[in-house]
């Protein structure tokens, strides 16, 4: 269930990235190295190297280094998920993805020379370390709370703190790190390129959470004394925030193209499953509560499909997107949840038990409800626009 792809060349990409994550990848998701806290580093280096040698490593990433357009990207992301291995073995993979297009847009040209490029290659993984504990008070959804501090001190920039939920760190070389700077009177932050591991990055632990499709799992962090160059500030100095935004609004579309491959998976094999299985004197699609929790799948795929394709074309068009984006991601996230929720519920008992991908299917795109954003808080920051236009509407008539 794919919208079709806007491009030839998104085509050929696409219809490539799929054959090999169907016919190659799949058959590593009951792997043992695919468990605990994601894909082990092994496990991530032999899917990558037949990535390679099937020429889809990257896909969404030219050779001469141009990228696909949004809407092409949709069409390439959405194959790449159709396990939840295919996105580390093809380097779609989040928060690689995103960070590869921050670099891209803000980095310099030795920047990119040193970190951006073996992101490219797959050579090397990511993170980016926003988010910050609760107890601590620090930054969740909002990113005003920043909490960690980077002083400067001649030619380098000194940092203390704490992050949480840090994808990826555990195995990471390359980590981009947001903190607290300026004065005061004002919350500013700055982005900072850092070379990984350091030994004043230290991890306290991996987390155990509902999802675990992503090498390194989602670690707790402690950042003491960190000593990062003048010259690995990632743009300009107090410009986190807008940063953030460049990177946050593709980041998040690029879940949603992720995600909705992994439940179109998920709805192939409930599918399958009702129409060889027996209940009652008849196949289960036979079934009218079975056959339309099937149709309604349907109509909740293309719909999310339909939302995503619109959103890249928003971004496409050099919009920033932060609306638009709010907007697929509550859309998106919400529809791919029903759509695993009823596989589970048409496959009963296969449905809940890892025998199967469509259990982790369900897992992880309940954790894609909160993540790059809970539902309630995109509805929060959409309901304050709304509100801010009416207004302004009304003093413009007034």
């Known amino acids: 269930m794919f919208t079709p792809c806007p491009t030839e060349r998104s085509k050929a990409i696409a219809d490539r990235v799929e054959a090999f994550v169907r016919d190659v990848v799949a058959p ?9 806290h994601g894909p082990t580093e092994d496990l991530v280096h032999e899917l990558r190297a037949k990535a390679r040698e099937a020429g889809v490593m990257t896909p969404h990433i030219l050779p001469d280094g141009s990228h696909l357009t949004q809407l092409e990207t949709a069409a390439v992301l959405k194959r ?11 380097n779609t993979m989040a928060p690689d993805e995103g960070n590869m297009y921050l670099l891209g847009k803000v980095g310099t040209p030795e920047q990119k020379r040193r970190f951006l490029d073996k992101l490219v290659s797959g050579e090397a993984r990511s993170a980016f370390f926003m988010t910050e504990p609760a107890e601590d008070g620090g930054a969740g959804s909002d990113p005003s709370m920043l909490q960690t501090i980077a002083v400067q001190q001649g030619d380098h920039w000194v940092i203390n703190g704490r992050k949480m939920f840090i994808t990826g760190a555990q195995g990471a070389s390359v ?25 004043a990055i230290r991890i306290e632990r991996v987390l155990d959470t509902i999802d675990n499709s992503m090498p390194g799992g989602h670690a707790l962090i402690v950042i003491d004394n960190l000593r990062v160059p003048a010259s690995q500030v990632l743009g300009e100095v107090n410009e986190g925030f807008r940063y953030a935004q460049v990177r946050l609004s593709p980041a998040r579309l690029s879940h ?7 439940a179109t998976r998920a709805h192939e094999i409930a599918t399958d499953y009702a129409t060889r299985r027996k209940a009652f004197g008849k196949l289960l699609i036979d079934h009218e509560g079975v056959g339309f929790m099937l149709a309604e799948n349907l109509i909740d795929l293309q719909q999310a499909a339909l939302m995503i394709d619109w959103c890249a074309g928003v971004l496409d068009g050099g919009v920033l997107g932060t609306t638009e984006s709010s907007m697929a991601k509550v859309a998106v996230s919400e529809a791919v949840y029903r759509v695993a929720d009823r596989c589970v519920q048409v496959m009963g008992g296969s449905g809940v038990s890892r025998d199967s991908i469509v259990e982790q299917v ?3 795109v309940r954790a894609f409800r909160i993540y790059d954003g809970p539902t309630e808080v995109h509805k929060w920051s959409l309901a304050k626009m709304i509100k801010r236009t009416a207004l302004s509407g009304e003093a413009s008539h007034g």
């Open 256 to 262: 949603c193209m992720r995600w909705h491959g992994c």
């Open 362 to 364: 369900f897992r992880e």
């Open 80 to 90: 790449s998920a159709l396990s939840p291995l295919g996105p580390v073995a093809v």
């Open 175 to 199: 980590g981009i790190v947001m903190a607290r700077t300026g004065g005061d009177d004002k919350v500013q932050s700055t982005m900072f390129l850092v070379d990984l591991p350091d030994p």
């Open 28 to 36: 590593y998701e009951r792997d043992p190295r695919n468990a605990g």
